[in-house]
């Protein structure tokens, strides 16, 4: 299968009014890539993200998109506040209001919109909760309908921050589960901040370390392999 580029980051630095939280970042994700980034907290894991999403330029360096997603083809999954835990509308309400990039002007979703929105309901199991509160749902139930949400958006890329927050075990390997048929089987590029490093060594095929003493790019084996991995090992042992 082709592995194109949809993002990549040249000597990148990123952060807030001059001030630089991530330095000398070289990156590129591909279609069908799985990335799981970790590290201290603070270090700047939210800060990339929004980099690569184009909410953030970069201070020095520059970061490159594929046409499609400069025309919307990501989806992205940002951690959930309270407010948004309490958001008074249907299922397929919020499911749709991933494809508000694509509405323009127009007042009404199209039929195609409405149908990829079932679609993607019925992907994820959530079909029959359509016409439930959104804020009725258990926190597993409002992850999925966020990552529907977000595949209406998504045809290429999925971004996700800290997707298993709140989730009860089961819930967050279901959730891990979907990413990985998206990965594997739709060829859905995924990129993923994350605290629980047992499952992104488990799942991704690479991983970025970001961190005070430096950064490390590489697959699950050779992380493991590095001082930052080492001291992991030494950690859960």
Not at 207 to 225: C, K, V, W
Request: glycine share 10%; with cysteine.
């Amino acid at each position: 299968m082709e592995h194109a580029d949809l993002i990549v980051c040249r000597d990148v630095s990123l952060g807030y009014e001059g001030h630089r939280v991530l330095s000398g970042l070289n990156l590129r994700i591909q279609s069908g890539d799985y990335l799981c980034i970790v590290g201290d907290n603070g270090s700047g894991k939210s800060t990339l993200l929004r980099g690569l999403l184009g909410l953030l330029p970069p201070l020095a360096g520059t970061i490159g998109r594929a046409p499609e997603l400069e025309r919307g083809a990501v989806g992205y999954l940002p951690q959930q506040t309270q407010a948004q835990r309490d958001f008074p509308a249907t299922v397929e309400e919020v499911v749709l209001s991933g494809c508000l990039n694509r509405k323009g002007f127009r007042f009404f979703y199209s039929p195609a919109e409405k149908s990829g929105a079932l679609m993607n309901m019925g992907k994820l199991g959530i079909l029959e909760l359509k016409d439930r509160s959104y804020r009725s749902l258990s926190g597993g139930q409002q992850q999925r309908v966020l990552l529907a949400r977000a595949l209406c958006a998504a045809s290429r890329l999925l971004i996700l921050d800290e997707p298993v927050t709140g989730l009860d075990p089961s819930a967050a390997q279901d959730l891990y589960k979907t990413l990985d048929y998206l990965n594997r089987r739709e060829n859905m590029a995924v990129v993923m901040v994350t605290h629980d490093l047992r499952s992104a060594l488990r799942n991704a095929g690479t991983i970025l370390h970001i961190g005070q003493a430096g950064t490390f790019l590489g697959t699950p084996a050779e992380y493991l392999s590095s001082p930052f991995g080492r001291k992991f090992k030494e950690a859960s042992e």
